[in-house]
């Protein structure tokens, strides 16, 4: 599909890396080439589309501008991307940014069929992963309240863009026994107050919000948080307060005071307390961190492969931003699986707050 000269002058131009997962090599889009998303992933024969972005709605009087058509109401899970495909034998789990994801690829067959891409090997089946044992996020879906699940939303095929419509792959999940993400039904734009309804229950189980998709040719896409999950985003990115952009906050704020102003409630006293609440129990448990030594997260996941931990740890070492340095506490055989726990220090919240301790002058 793409020559060699091509390839070579995307990596000069800084646009694609190679990389590789075991013995098999892929490039991957650092940057949107030649209409290929960001996150795509290119090898012989493959191309494995990256995810889109999905743009926010900030208020769901907001829907009636922006969707035309029907849309269907999908629960927005909160946990990390993964597409997972087939090439050769073998089945991988790539992340949003299109590296291979070892942990993932360990435990995809704890959630899919593999028969399934024996049925249909183009297929790309994107979805959510969540739950307290995974690698990346700290927060996890109260849909899974211990260990880690997986969540379909999405099927595309190899070597296109665009996804299968919501119907179908609902119906195709059930053939094969895929878990997939709840849906809350099929909605005219005109029909907002019961959109309302299904926000507001979502948000009182601390769920994280929906994503609309229209049900129709252009498939328009649009996400809706809760409240809830501003908060609970606030409560858990304050732990690591000074590693985080400060727009990270400030648009959390801005969106949970539109929530409620939109929302209408009438408990605004409680959300006060539960705002300060998301602020400054992180910050005073941080305080604590720091008082006896660092500021860390602390993260444990299972393993079928002791050589998928080691190549986790490898990763995590070469991720930059908001990801702080990774320190290994032990990789043992537990229950049947490989059990890695790791730390990552958050550092420049533990120096403010040493520095501070210490009695700095600043
Ligand atoms: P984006 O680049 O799309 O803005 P982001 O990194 O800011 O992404 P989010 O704000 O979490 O991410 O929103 C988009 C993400 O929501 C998707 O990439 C997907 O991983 C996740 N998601 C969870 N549930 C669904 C769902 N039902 N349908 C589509 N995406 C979902």
């Known amino acids: 599909m793409f020559s060699e000269s091509d390839i070579r002058a995307a990596i000069a131009e800084k646009k694609a890396k190679r990389e590789t997962f075991g013995r ?3 490039l991957r889009l650092l940057h949107e080439w030649r209409g290929w998303p960001r996150g795509t992933l290119l090898a012989d024969g493959v191309v494995v589309a990256g995810y889109p972005k999905i743009g926010r709605i900030q208020t769901l009087a907001g829907i009636l501008s922006q969707f035309h058509a029907p849309f269907w109401v999908e629960e927005k899970i909160d946990g990390y991307n993964v597409r997972i495909f087939r090439v050769g034998d073998a089945l991988y789990a790539a992340t949003r940014g299109g590296l291979i994801c070892p942990f993932t690829t360990d435990r995809l067959g704890d959630w899919i069929d593999p028969a399934v891409f024996s049925v249909h090997p183009d297929w790309i089946l994107c979805g959510e992963v969540t739950g307290p044992e995974t690698p990346y996020v700290e927060g996890a879906s109260p849909l899974v309240p211990q260990g880690v ?9 190899q070597g296109t ?7 179908e792959r609902r119906a195709l999940a059930e053939t094969f026994g895929l878990p997939a993400a709840p849906s809350y039904g099929r909605i005219e734009p005109k029909e907002s107050a019961s959109l309302r309804e299904i926000v507001l229950r979502l948000d009182a189980e601390g769920r994280e919000g929906v994503v609309l998709k229209e049900d129709s040719p252009r498939n328009l896409r649009a996400k809706y948080v809760t409240g809830s999950a501003e908060l609970a985003d606030i409560a858990s990115m304050a732990q690591r307060y000074l590693d985080v952009p400060p727009e990270y906050f400030t648009e959390r704020v801005l969106r949970l005071a539109l929530f409620l102003e939109e ?7 409680e959300w006060n307390r539960r705002l300060g609440e998301a602020f400054l129990s992180s910050l005073q448990e941080r305080i604590a961190a720091a008082r006896q030594g660092r ?3 602390t993260f444990c996941c299972r ?3 002791r050589e998928n931990a080691l190549r986790l740890l490898d990763s995590l070492g070469q ?11 032990s990789l043992q055989e537990e229950g049947g699986y490989w059990v890695l ?3 990552k220090l958050y550092r420049s919240t533990t120096g403010f707050l040493r520095n501070a301790l210490g009695g700095s002058l600043r």
């Open 24 to 26: 098999w090599e892929y």
């Open 149 to 157: 699940g997986f969540f379909l939303f999405d099927i595309a095929r």
């Open 161 to 167: 863009e665009g996804f299968f419509p919501a119907e």
């Open 263 to 269: 929302m209408k409630r009438s408990d605004r006293q």
């Open 295 to 297: 500021c860390v997260g």
């Open 303 to 305: 393993f079928h492969a």
């Open 319 to 329: 991720i930059r931003g908001h990801e702080g340095e990774t320190r290994l506490i």
């Open 341 to 343: 726990r790791f730390q």
